[in-house]
């Protein structure tokens, strides 16, 4: 996680007439966005934890997946993201995919005046939490893996840690296509953890946002004595300890979510249903 210092028009508002009240930024919205639809896991876990704030979903469909780019690719992409979000009045910003948190994050949050929170740290910080041995897994794309980002944050937290990590490319299009407990996932869960399963690993962290939606079969093939945990609940909790820290939590019940997409709303709609829930009803193309 990275957080900035929120700039001046984000704190009290000098009203003139006694103690001034940020209601204006209280009501902001929250951007988030991702390469695509994996980072409506992350929505998920933000608005079973902030129900009462809206949310302003961008999903880069036309140009997805990041996990195969290169990090000059990624960055430009990502602040054009963060871009698009920052121009809808945005009070905090959740970078909500582990290849942009793991490369952008800083380019990210140098330029912006709200907020800024990416999923590797709170990942990082869960699997440290959650590893008794000290042997973590982990696996996301091959950008977010050759960035070492995960082992460079492990090893800060927990020194005498080992770490083995593993890019997973073909995980993406399976969970995309449905494919999460077929013989085919099977098989492809079964070449991709065979390795880390053999370190004796006792913690297993899914750095990718797609990876959740085959929790159950990564249970399955890792075992019962490995813990398989993910960035989106840490993440969820990392951003209301910062909006209650800035005094931005929105005091109302029923928070709403606004979903932009760069391509082919439809199929965003479809599969995004399956990732968030029924609430993914529409989707709005914006011009790249
Ligand atoms: N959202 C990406 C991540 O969490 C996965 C999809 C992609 O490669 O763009 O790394």
Same mark, same amino acid.
């Given at each position: 996680?990275?957080?900035?210092?929120?700039?001046?028009?984000?704190?009290?508002?000098?009203?003139?007439?006694?103690?001034?009240?940020?209601?204006?930024?209280?009501?902001?919205?929250?951007?988030?966005?991702?390469?695509?639809?994996?980072?409506?896991?992350?929505?998920?876990?933000?608005?079973?934890?902030?129900?009462?704030?809206?949310?302003?979903?961008?999903?880069?469909?036309?140009?997805?997946?990041?996990?195969?780019?290169?990090?000059?690719?990624?960055?430009?992409?990502?602040?054009?993201?963060?871009?698009?979000?920052?121009?809808?009045?945005?009070?905090?910003?959740?970078?909500?995919?582990?290849?942009?948190?793991?490369?952008?994050?800083?380019? !990210?949050?140098?330029?912006?005046?709200?907020? %800024?929170?990416? /999923?590797?740290?709170? @990942? +990082?910080? *869960?699997? &440290?939490?959650? $590893?008794?041995?000290?042997?973590?897994?982990?696996?996301?794309?091959?950008?977010?893996?050759?960035?070492?980002?995960?082992?460079?944050?492990?090893?800060?937290?927990?020194?005498?840690?080992?770490?083995?990590?593993?890019?997973?490319?073909?995980?993406?299009?399976?969970?995309?296509?449905?494919?999460?407990?077929?013989?085919?996932?099977?098989?492809?869960?079964?070449?991709?953890?065979?390795?880390?399963?053999?370190?004796?690993?006792?913690?297993?962290?899914?750095?990718?946002?797609?990876?959740?939606?085959?929790?159950?079969? !990564?249970?399955?093939?890792?075992?019962?004595? %490995?813990?398989? /945990?993910?960035?989106? @609940? +840490?993440? *969820?909790? &990392?951003?209301? $300890?910062?909006?209650?820290?800035?005094?931005?939590?929105?005091?109302?019940?029923?928070?709403?979510?606004?979903?932009?997409?760069?391509?082919?709303?439809?199929?965003?709609?479809?599969?995004?249903?399956?990732?968030?829930?029924?609430?993914?009803?529409?989707?709005?193309?914006?011009?790249?």
């Amino acid at each position: 996680m990275r957080t900035r210092s929120v700039s001046a028009n984000h704190r009290r508002q000098p009203t003139g007439r006694g103690p001034a009240v940020a209601v204006d930024s209280r009501v902001r919205p929250i951007g988030v966005f991702d390469s695509g639809i994996g980072g409506l896991t992350v929505l998920k876990a933000l608005t079973e934890i902030l129900p009462g704030e809206n949310f302003i979903y961008l999903g880069d469909t036309a140009r997805t997946p990041y996990g195969n780019k290169s990090s000059e690719v990624i960055t430009r992409y990502s602040r054009e993201n963060a871009e698009f979000l920052l121009a809808k009045g945005i009070k905090l910003l959740v970078v909500a995919c582990n290849t942009s948190s793991a490369v952008a994050l800083e380019a !990210i949050a140098r330029d912006t005046a709200v907020p %800024v929170i990416g /999923v590797i740290e709170p @990942g +990082a910080q *869960a699997a &440290a939490e959650a $590893s008794v041995k000290g042997k973590i897994g982990v696996i996301g794309t091959e950008a977010t893996i050759a960035s070492g980002i995960y082992t460079r944050l492990l090893k800060r937290l927990r020194p005498e840690a080992e770490i083995y990590t593993r890019a997973c490319p073909l995980l993406v299009p399976l969970v995309e296509e449905g494919w999460t407990d077929n013989e085919i996932a099977c098989r492809t869960v079964e070449h991709y953890l065979a390795g880390l399963k053999d370190s004796g690993i006792d913690t297993l962290l899914l750095g990718c946002t797609h990876y959740p939606m085959l929790r159950g079969l !990564i249970r399955q093939v890792i075992g019962p004595g %490995v813990r398989v /945990v993910d960035s989106a @609940g +840490a993440t *969820a909790r &990392a951003v209301h $300890s910062t909006l209650a820290r800035f005094k931005l939590l929105r005091s109302a019940r029923n928070g709403e979510q606004v979903f932009f997409v760069t391509e082919m709303p439809e199929r965003f709609t479809r599969v995004g249903r399956r990732f968030f829930g029924p609430q993914v009803e529409s989707a709005v193309r914006i011009e790249r």
